[in-house]
């Protein structure tokens, strides 16, 4: 078992495995950000409704919802209750745990039963547990008998360096170089196995990490955008502003007052 639990085989796969509850004061509404990561939604109660933002299209209702790689927002509506399980894994994880490529779930979201038949009773088995412990060792057991059928083969090890070439560089042709191959074969292999372009899951990474940044800044207190844009690799304050407003649908700064974690209590008078 790895240090938090999770089965060490799961551990390349699965990034995050944990309850969620969107609280009182969200209506049962949650925005769905651009991720380097896969993401796996099972309400604890009812369907959820998710809609693109800023594409045409009414919401799709779903009992289960499967989200691949994409790089705009997404509104969850959960009308039945505000808790679920919330899974993330990374690209390899959808071949590894699922039996898809995660290419062919980019940009696009879909029902569970759809994608994995064998888990199709997935929601009903986690309404009936009693605890989250149980939930989770059900989800895990689930997830371990899907890395049993499908393997972990050769093809997602290499799949797993290619990432984190690209996780580690600015460049796409960086990422190339470390990996010894040309970036028009590179570019050719991250999009059919993904579904995005080395240069589109550079801009996950980059979102991501100005993401966790926000996050921290406004826990402790205090959220300097331009710090967090340096930090991320954005040119400026500006250039983070407008990539949020590109992606997220919103600024920075709206989303953690929608969204983020509660500004710190003020210090006590002494």
């Known amino acids: 078992m790895s240090a938090d639990g999770m089965s060490a085989a799961l551990s390349p796969y699965v990034t995050t ?60 509506r959960q009308r039945a209750g505000t808790r679920g399980v919330w899974l993330t894994l990374t690209p390899p994880g959808a071949a590894a745990l699922l039996g898809v490529p995660a290419s062919a779930l980019a940009g696009e979201v879909a029902d569970l ?24 060792a059900l989800v895990e057991h689930r997830l371990l008998a899907g890395l049993a059928r499908h393997g972990d083969r050769a093809a997602r090890r ?20 470390l990996l010894g191959c040309s970036r028009r074969h590179l570019s050719g292999a991250v999009r059919g196995e993904f579904g995005v372009t080395p240069k589109e899951y550079q801009r996950l990474v980059r979102f991501e990490a100005a993401r966790r940044r926000l996050v921290a800044a406004a826990r402790s207190g205090r959220t300097a955008l331009a710090e967090v844009a340096a930090a991320s690799g954005f040119a400026d304050q500006a250039h983070l502003t407008r990539e949020w407003r590109a992606m997220a649908g919103c600024t920075p700064t709206e989303w953690l007052r929608a969204e983020g974690p509660p500004a710190p209590p003020p210090p006590a008078p002494r």
């Open 158 to 177: 290499t799949s797993r360096a290619t990432l984190a070439a690209l996780s580690g560089t600015a460049r796409v042709e960086e990422a190339a170089r």
């Open 113 to 136: 039963a759809d994608v994995v038949p064998a888990l199709a009773d997935l929601p009903e088995r986690l309404a009936g547990c009693r605890s989250w412990a149980q939930r989770r």
């Open 17 to 76: 495995l944990a309850a969620y509850d969107l609280g009182p004061g969200s209506g049962g509404v949650h925005r769905g950000l651009p991720s380097s990561t896969l993401s796996v939604t099972i309400p604890e109660d009812g369907p959820v409704d998710i809609a693109w933002l800023g594409r045409p299209g009414p919401a799709r209702r779903l009992r289960a919802a499967v989200a691949g790689l994409h790089l705009d927002a997404a509104e969850l």
